[in-house]
DNA sequence: CTTGAAAAACGTGATGT
DNA sequence: ACATCACGTTTTTCAAG
């Protein structure tokens, strides 16, 4: 047996890649105008794009919504120094505080990097006591996001 | 002339919120299987969508694709203390190079935070080197992301 | 992968409450 | 703001090439 996945490497041909790049564009977009995009049939694309899913090479589709919108109208990475035997409680907390974006483990003088969301100071100095109690906190106030949500194109 | 956006907080009732949340779990949910969902009909909530779209509550609808499998194996979070005067510089050639995820103007001792991706440690000095061009930089490498992609809920 | 075809599901616009 | 209806389109699944 020689993979267990069915290896993306072939959906990554020119057409795949145009495929690709629309979906990133527009996940909203029909088999039929991906298929007059990229010059084939819409059954042909439908099965594509289907095994683009199973091997995981497209994770999801997801509607991008204005933060602000919600409430949530200033952004901050905090990194946290974890006191020792902590990391689990943190991650727990992590994924039950909406306000948390990302949560990453890193390497360096602290072991985790959140992204949070907050409506005002007072909701982010909140979140910061609360996250004091897993470790030394620092935080970035993010001033203006000049780029994000980039469409990704193949390197290996 | 009150308002200039038709302000989304009629949009945010109750059929509003399950819209969103289904939207932002699968953006391909077609409208009949989202007034199924909500308990409208199918023209009812295409037009709830429309204007989430219009009054750029939803800003888009994006493929999520895997970055290792596009070789992006590594992530790492990068902060740059500009020289003075290059700030303009560094925003260009954020926006020009793929592996730069996002770029964020920050508040405190460094005036940027990229997020970054690489196929590996070469690849991601190259960057570095490249960034040190516009000031002194400091970069945090992710080894396993917690969480990410989070169905984000309204807060004000 | 294409073509062709047929059935089910869907999107859209008009109309009415 | 929503329901209903009607019409054209899209999706899906087959077949055969």
């Given at each position: 047996?020689?993979?267990?996945?069915?290896?993306?490497?072939?959906?990554?041909?020119?057409?795949?890649?145009?495929?690709?790049?629309?979906?990133?564009?527009?996940?909203?977009?029909?088999?039929?105008?991906?298929?007059?995009?990229?010059g084939l049939t819409a059954?042909?694309?439908?099965?594509?794009?289907?095994?683009?899913?199973?091997?995981?090479?497209?994770?999801?589709?997801?509607?991008?919504?204005?933060?602000?919108?919600?409430?949530?109208?200033?952004?901050?990475?905090?990194?946290?120094?974890?006191?020792?035997?902590?990391?689990?409680?943190?991650?727990?907390?992590?994924?039950?505080?909406?306000?948390?974006?990302?949560?990453?483990?890193?390497?360096?003088?602290?072991?985790?990097?959140?992204?949070?969301?907050?409506?005002?100071?007072?909701?982010?100095?909140?979140?910061?006591?609360?996250?004091?109690?897993?470790?030394?906190?620092?935080?970035?106030?993010?001033?203006?996001?000049?780029?994000?949500?980039?469409?990704l194109e193949p390197f290996?």
């Open positions: 047996m020689p993979d267990r996945t069915p290896s993306p490497l072939d959906l990554l041909d020119d057409i795949g890649l145009h495929l690709l790049r629309e979906l990133q564009r527009d996940a909203r977009l029909s088999f039929a105008d991906l298929a007059r995009q990229v059954p042909a694309v439908a099965e594509r794009v289907r095994r683009m899913e199973a091997t995981g090479l497209i994770q999801g589709y997801r509607a991008e919504v204005n933060r602000a919108a919600l409430g949530l109208r200033m952004t901050a990475f905090v990194r946290v120094r974890t006191h020792p035997g902590r990391d689990a409680e943190l991650e727990r907390f992590a994924a039950e505080q909406r306000e948390v974006l990302e949560c990453h483990e890193v390497a360096g003088e602290e072991s985790y990097l959140l992204k949070v969301g907050a409506t005002d100071v007072h909701h982010l100095n909140r979140l910061l006591v609360l996250l004091s109690a897993f470790g030394a906190t620092h935080s970035t106030m993010v001033l203006t996001t000049k780029l994000t949500g980039r469409v290996a």
